[in-house]
């Protein structure tokens, strides 16, 4: 092996368990070792440049100003009130709605946004009920997860494999796994209320205490939340369509989120811009940086003849192999640096022989996003929520949530393995 593949190697290794270990932010030590990458000559800085997702990173900032502006107009609050208002106050109900309305906002707000609406108010019901609230925070983290998996701008990992893969349209995502997501949720609400149905108990007064909430306040601003939610419909019409118009997903999204700050005017677009998540978009930037040195080295290509030699490149090995690889990865590594290096290598087996790769693509995306519910580390919502949780004076251990998580997310593998051989390769 020649030596820069060899520095390359050990400067992922070394990147990926600081990610990992959490000591030092992981934006920061994915920027340091994209530069490592370009500082020893690994990778020249103009083919580092070209290795970016700009689509990706476009997507995502476009869709941070979109919601978070709507964000601003208190609708998410007031959905989450209206809920548990027809749910009567009872705990178990409230549990279920708040998780199919997070499930449904990650397909398409983004789980990570979401579980940041989401949290808020979830405390607020669960103080006026006197209950727990790590029952409903724990099945919000996993139907986040199972939500975003449905559409292409539900979860980071979708959004890359999306822009890598010019074929796999928004459309597409929603035709081969929005039914899967489906399945797996409504597996998993009988079971949330198995699971939890004896720790969320309260009275009788206190929920009518939740019945007396008035939703409506929560509003502040009708006129806003009218224009938000316009661009809103039509951001979503355009990525229903974008193919039509030859248009990438971060275009729409984009001209979504500036047509939003044109109608709203310069307050709105300032407060906007300090919402991104920029710490976010500079992660992903270090991130391809840092996996275009193995590109460049020929570690992916290796990586992949590897792959095919074990399955013998048979199509259903290597689907399932790759299913259960990402989802048993995903538990216990964060799924977004872990997607970064599967593209290229599916890529790789592409320029291999394997002809068809539309089940490979499936398999990535369903256990990278299924797998995130495997254990506390393995997605962003579930940290941030984690996180949210232990402010509050709840903590969620991380052997609490893997002893939940991590069998939902066999289960939902399991799915997932039949669904995958059954559609596409039989």
Same mark, same amino acid.
């Given at each position: 092996?020649? *030596? ?15 990610? $990992? ?12 070792? =994209? ?21 990706? #990173? ?95 701008? =539900? ?45 969320? *108990? ?31 419909? #039509? ?7 974008? *193919? ?11 001209? =979504? ?113 299924? =797998? ?11 940290? $941030? ?42």
């Amino acid at each position: 092996m020649e *030596q820069q593949a060899i520095w390359a190697i050990g400067i992922f290794l070394v990147i990926y368990a600081l990610i $990992i270990s959490e000591k030092i932010h992981r934006t920061i030590v994915a920027m340091i070792g =994209g530069l490592l990458m370009v500082v020893l000559g690994i990778v020249h800085q103009e083919t580092a440049v070209h290795h970016i997702d700009f689509n990706t #990173l476009g997507l995502l900032i476009g869709m941070m100003i979109i919601v978070s502006t709507t964000a601003e107009t208190g609708v998410f609050k007031y959905i989450a009130v209206l809920a548990a208002k027809k749910a009567k106050g009872e705990p178990v109900r409230i549990l279920v709605l708040l998780s199919l309305i997070t499930a449904v906002g990650s397909a398409f707000l983004d789980n990570v946004t979401t579980v940041l609406l989401m949290v808020p108010v979830t405390f607020s019901i669960t103080r006026q009920l006197r209950a727990n609230p790590v029952p409903f925070l724990v099945t919000q983290i996993i139907a986040s997860n199972v939500g975003g998996t449905a559409t292409l701008i =539900g979860d980071p990992p979708n959004i890359m494999i999306g822009s890598a893969v010019k074929e796999l349209t928004f459309m597409a995502f929603i035709n081969n796994l929005a039914p899967v997501a489906v399945v797996v949720m409504a597996a998993y609400v009988p079971l949330f209320i198995w699971m939890f149905r004896k720790k969320i *108990q309260t009275t009788d007064e206190l929920k009518r205490g939740v019945m007396e909430m008035k939703e409506k306040e929560l509003i502040s601003d009708p006129k806003l939340l009218r224009k938000c939610l316009i661009v809103l419909g #039509l951001t979503l019409v355009g990525f229903f369509t974008h *193919q039509l118009f030859h248009l990438e997903s971060a275009t729409v999204a984009l001209a =979504g989120a500036f047509v939003l700050l044109l109608l709203t005017g310069e307050h709105m677009m300032e407060q906007a811009f300090t919402k991104v998540e920029w710490m976010t978009i500079f992660f992903f930037v270090g991130l391809f940086v840092l996996v275009s040195g193995l590109i460049e080295t020929g570690v992916i290509a290796e990586l992949a003849k590897q792959a095919i030699d074990l399955t013998g490149g048979d199509l259903v090995a290597t689907s399932l192999l790759i299913l259960w690889l990402s989802a048993i990865a995903s538990a216990f590594l964060d799924n977004i640096p872990f997607v970064a290096t599967m593209i290229p290598m599916i890529q790789e087996m592409g320029n291999m022989g394997v002809s068809n790769l539309e089940p490979l693509w499936w398999s990535l995306a369903l256990g990278a996003c299924l =797998g995130g519910n495997g254990s506390l580390i393995g997605a962003s919502a579930n940290l $941030i929520v984690a996180g949210m949780s232990g402010k509050e004076g709840y903590p969620i251990r991380f052997v609490q949530f893997l002893k939940i998580g991590f069998p939902l997310m066999l289960l939902s593998i399991l799915i997932s393995s039949v669904y995958v051989y059954f559609r596409y390769l039989i």
